[in-house]
């Protein structure tokens, strides 16, 4: 399932051409970090989030609500913890 995921967010960042192509290493980013980027980066980043962090079990779907109750969760957490990486952060918030 996260190959699928990959694959749709690859697929996504390709779409977007060449000018806005770049390289995200989730590992470095802070909250700060991803709330202060660009707000394109913001969205294929908690998009990419809400898939990884999404049951297995599940069916193939994208829960709008979900994803944006989800995002104010990590929003709030990231806002009281700018330094903290930004997976840690989801770790801490995201249901796995």
């Known amino acids: 399932m996260r190959i699928l995921c990959a694959t749709v967010l690859a697929a996504a960042l390709l779409a977007a051409g060449p000018a806005d192509s ?3 290493d989730l590992s470095t980013i802070t909250c700060k970090d991803l709330f ?14 809400n898939a990884y962090y999404r049951d297995d079990e599940s069916p193939p779907v994208i829960d709008f609500d979900k994803m ?3 995002s104010e969760k990590l929003g709030a ?3 009281k913890n ?3 990486g930004i997976i840690t952060a989801a770790d ?5």
Request: glycine letters at 4%.
């Open 77 to 79: 957490y990231c806002q």
């Open 36 to 49: 202060e980027g660009p707000k394109e980066r913001v969205s294929y980043i908690l998009t990419w989030l």
């Open 22 to 24: 770049q390289v995200v």
């Open 92 to 96: 801490k918030v995201l249901d796995k």
């Open 68 to 70: 944006k109750a989800d």
């Open 82 to 84: 700018p330094t903290v």
